[in-house]
Each structure stands twice: as C-alpha cells, then as structure tokens.
C-alpha cells in the first residue's frame, strides 16, 4: 500500500511513518513517499503518476509552504489536485487551525476521506483514521465534528456570504465597505447581519464581532 506524507516538520512526517508502521495498519506493507512543502509534493505526484505508482493513501498538512508557479498555495490546494490526479488516493487532512469558521472552510472544499486537527492526533488515532478511510468510511477527529456541528446549529453561518461578512467585520471594514468585495448590496448586507444579529442574540455590529469571536466562528 502506497502512502503520501506531507508535512513541513521533518519529524512530525517520521512520527506519522512510525505510527502506522506497527499495528494493524503494518500489516498492509504500507510504503511511504515524504515531502515537506508543496513544490515537493507536487514533483512527486507526478514521478509517481509517470512510473504508475499511484497513492492509496495521502496524509497531508494544510499549514504547507506554497508552490505558486502552479497555484497549489496550501495543503488545501495539495490535495484537490491528487484528488484530480489520483481519483482513488485516499485524502486525509491534517491541520493546528481550530477556528471554527477555517476548519469548516477546509471541510467544504476538500471534503477529505479523513480530517483531524493535530491537538486530536495520537498514534492510535491516526492508525484508526487510515483503517476506517481504507474500508470506505469517513474519519474526523472530535474537534472537527465539534466545529462542523457548531456551523450547523448557528446554520446562517453555513452560508458562504454570511461567513465572509463577519470575517471582514471582524478585520475592521464596514458595511458600506462590503459592497466592493462581497459583491452583494448594502441592504442585501445589512438584512444579513440582522438575521445573524438575531441569531447569536445580540443587537449590534461589534457584539456580534464578539459573540462570533467568543464562540470560535473567527
């Protein structure tokens, strides 16, 4: 079984490699290919790719030095294009973020076979998410299914224009501002965040900068 780590820390790609040395996930012969940013990822893939060695199995941090020749500027990036490259590559995504509103972001658009935020990882647990990835199952550590069902109970957030005001509030632009860049009316805006106003019970801008902060969706 091929395998893929991508990690920028040197060590943190040999604990990985070691902890699904042994085990039950031993037993599967796991061959490992290592990188430590995307520019090296990516050179990889495709040697693999022309020597017809194809990935089961990628393990990849989001937090990776880019590559911007080719625009995989991210983990994120990283591992869309295997998934376009390597249609059967297993993806798990690996990341230190724990911000609600980032981890749902990476969750929506990689969708990966397994997610964890790194302060979840164990031994165990990695070799658990790559068996339960192997048997077609999807794996997420306690604190990504915490931060998807808090985007689901305030589900406002769930939409993308609601999660794209409260970040550029949160940076200090004002509603008139988010016209330029959210490319959604004024007033459009503004019954946004009365709905959100309403929904996180507070009634005005920077309570509801701060209720969002307070409860992780920034």
Request: glycine share 6%; proline share 3%.
């Amino acid at each position: 079984m091929n395998v893929f780590v991508v990690d920028d820390h040197p060590m943190t790609v040999e604990g990985y490699v070691n902890s699904l040395t042994g085990g039950s996930f031993g037993e599967h012969h796991p061959v490992f290919t290592k990188a430590y940013n995307c520019e090296e990822a990516y050179k990889n893939i495709l040697r693999c790719i022309s020597e017809k060695q194809f990935f089961d199995i990628a393990i990849i941090d989001k937090g990776l030095p880019s590559y911007e020749e080719k625009s995989i500027l991210s983990g994120s990036d990283l591992a869309i294009f295997i998934r376009k490259e390597m249609p059967n590559c297993k993806v798990i995504i690996l990341t230190a973020h724990t911000e609600v509103i980032i981890v749902y972001e990476i969750y929506k658009k990689v969708r990966p076979d397994g997610f964890i935020i790194k302060t979840d990882i164990t031994p165990e647990k990695l070799q658990q998410a790559v068996i339960e990835i192997i048997y077609g199952n999807t794996y997420l550590s306690n604190t990504v299914k915490n931060c998807i069902n808090e985007i689901w109970k305030k589900e406002l957030m769930v939409e993308d224009y609601n999660r794209q005001i409260l970040l550029y509030l949160s940076k200090g632009f004002k509603i008139k501002e988010l016209e330029g860049v959210i490319f959604l009316t004024t007033s459009a805006i503004q019954k946004r965040i009365i709905r959100m106003k309403k929904t996180f019970e507070v009634t005005d801008d920077s309570s509801l900068v701060k209720e969002a902060i307070k409860q992780g969706f920034i």
